[in-house]
């Protein structure tokens, strides 16, 4: 079995190919039979895993693992109080209201890279950092989310899979996943590591 974590850069499709000539995983990635286990929009960047084990992917992505997904939002706007409280008492979206999530404002994260191309920034509206964990997988459902309470995202990192990061890893970067530890993304699993994993494989291309 092999499963990797990648850091995906913006604008890179989810999938191996594309008909008309987007950035896919395929200009990073050349491993033979290996899938994504999930999503990750176009627009987003971050973590995604990816993995030649059939079950481990239903594992992953299935949203009734309930597994635990923690996002780096950039936002539009000085975010209130108030907004990060809605956020995590639940907002009402039009498929419904969406379960409570962790919500806290941050520093801008010292170990993000610039994105190509930049963010738009108006000069006379400041922007804010979250950090939110939501447990559903619903459509864009981090920046619908932020767009309910007020603060539209402006960039959207996907920083951790349950114990997994990012860390280490830039942008087009991969690196292998150990098996034990991905075992401590299943909570009925008994494991002897729980600690989130840095790995320590990497190629870029």
């Known amino acids: ?3 990797l974590r990648f850091n995906k850069p913006y604008q890179v499709l989810t999938q191996f190919t594309d008909e008309v000539g987007r ?3 395929a200009d990073f990635i050349d491993i033979p039979d290996i899938y994504a286990a999930g999503r ?3 627009d987003s960047e971050g973590l995604l895993l990816l993995t030649s084990d059939g079950q ?3 594992r992953i992505s299935h949203p009734t693992h309930k597994l635990k997904k923690v996002y780096w939002a950039q936002v539009d706007g ?3 109080s108030e907004a990060i409280q809605k956020l995590r008492d639940g ?10 999530a962790g919500a806290v404002i941050i520093p801008p994260p ?3 890279w610039p994105r190509n191309p930049p963010i738009r920034i108006r000069a006379d509206i400041p922007t804010s950092w979250l950090e939110l964990t939501i447990s559903e997988g619903r459509n ?3 920046r619908r989310m932020t767009a309910a309470v007020g603060f539209p995202t402006l960039r959207l990192i996907r920083y951790a899979i349950g114990p997994i990061t990012i860390d280490g890893l830039k942008p087009g970067e991969y690196a292998e996943v150990e098996e034990q530890p991905l075992w401590t993304l299943f909570p009925k699993q008994k494991t002897q590591r729980s600690s989130r994993y840095n790995g320590s494989k990497s190629k870029h291309k």
């Not at 907002?91 to 409570?100: A, C, I, R, S």
């Open 1 to 3: 079995m092999t499963t």
């Open 23 to 25: 950035l896919t995983l």
């Open 40 to 42: 990750l929009d176009r």
């Open 56 to 58: 481990l992917q239903n």
């Open 78 to 80: 000085e975010i209130s």
């Open 91 to 100: 907002v009402e979206l039009k498929d419904g209201m969406t379960k409570p």
């Open 110 to 112: 010292s170990t993000i």
């Open 140 to 142: 864009r459902q981090v």
